[in-house]
């Protein structure tokens, strides 16, 4: 794809699902222990983003959760626009959710079909749904019934390579009231370490009418700009780049979308204990160094040495010591030359 191309899809500053308008086309991939309200409020004080999300949630359970005690479910008044991601393996599972999601005052659902997690497959879930198109159509069908709020689906390009397999599957998507397509460019079976393939994205947005987003690979603007180039995608989402760069975001929004300021140096200490501190707003006491490990283990990769940062945190036994171990390493990693 040329470059005339990227500048067009530059131009696309956002993408309109019913009501809800995405702004810029900057999404948050749902990631387990890691799509809280402490990281979504990191996020949304550096900008950029365009929907939030939550962790995925277990239809089944969703409907027992209590909203002032889940820690799945916290959410803070600012954090709009927040798409809830359902893990769904029956049909049955379907309407108590949705009616839930709805009393959470959702402003999207997403569905989970791409998860590789073996306990989740095991499930019947996440990318084993793929697998059956007949169970899917009628989860969708059923979603599509109790709810007139924006319905994506979250997807994987499949098992294998099996272009007319994934054609259908997703026009099928599509046929049944999906809004919104995004695709993690990698088979099921693929390692993070694989690099992802980018134009299968661009082969699923040539079968569809409805928009498709790109997911997979997105650490840095250049990535972005070669992700777009390769797929002609709609849209962008971030996963891991998220974690490691909270402020990843309102750099892309800027250099691909033309939208905010240009982002300056980060302060990543200052950043790294703005997350302890809304982790303590968000969390009971003792659901925080769980979520403050997992956090570190990908902020940790801004750091040439930041194995020494993580494994410092990873072996704390409370949020303080934590903090503490942080702060020394952030004292002597930053430190000018000759200083350590």
Not at 263 to 274: I, M
Request: proline share 6%.
């Amino acid at each position: 794809m040329t470059i005339s191309c990227v500048l067009s899809m530059d131009k696309m500053q956002s993408i309109r699902l019913k009501g809800l308008k995405i702004s810029p086309p900057l999404f948050l991939a749902p990631m387990a222990g890691l799509t809280h309200s402490a990281l979504r409020r990191l996020i949304l004080e550096q900008g950029g983003i365009g929907l939030l999300s939550t962790e995925m949630l277990s239809a089944k359970r969703l409907p027992m959760e209590n909203a002032a005690l889940s820690p799945y479910l916290v959410r803070a008044p600012q954090e709009i626009p927040l798409s809830y991601q359902l893990l769904v393996s029956r049909v049955e599972e379907v309407a108590p959710a949705i009616a839930k999601l709805h009393a959470l005052q959702a402003e999207a659902i997403d569905l989970n079909l791409g998860c590789p997690a073996p306990t989740v497959r095991r499930m019947g879930a996440g990318s084993r749904l793929m697998e059956e198109p007949a169970s899917v159509r009628a989860i969708v069908a059923e979603a599509r019934k109790h709810t007139d709020l924006p319905l994506t689906a979250k997807i994987r390009l499949g098992e294998t390579l099996d272009e007319d397999k994934l054609r259908d599957f997703c026009r099928m998507l599509e046929g049944e009231g999906i809004d919104l397509l995004s695709v993690h460019a990698r088979l099921r079976g693929e390692p993070f370490v694989r690099k992802p393939r980018w134009p299968w994205v661009g082969k699923v947005k040539g079968w569809v009418n409805i928009p498709v987003v790109a997911n997979g690979g997105i650490f840095s603007v250049e990535d972005a700009k070669n992700c777009l180039a390769q797929s002609g995608a709609d849209g962008l989402m971030i996963g891991r780049g998220a974690a490691i760069s909270p402020w990843i975001f309102a750099e892309l929004a800027h250099a691909v979308y033309g939208k905010g300021k240009e982002v300056g140096e980060v302060s990543k200490p200052a950043l790294y204990l703005r997350f302890i501190e809304l982790l303590e707003e968000s969390f009971l006491p003792e659901r925080r160094l769980g979520r403050l490990k997992e956090f570190s283990h990908y902020f940790a990769k801004n750091y040439p040495f930041g194995h020494h940062f993580a494994s410092g945190v990873q072996s704390s036994g409370s949020v303080d010591q934590a903090r503490e171990r942080a702060c020394a390493f952030f004292a002597k990693s930053e430190a000018p030359a000759g200083d350590h």
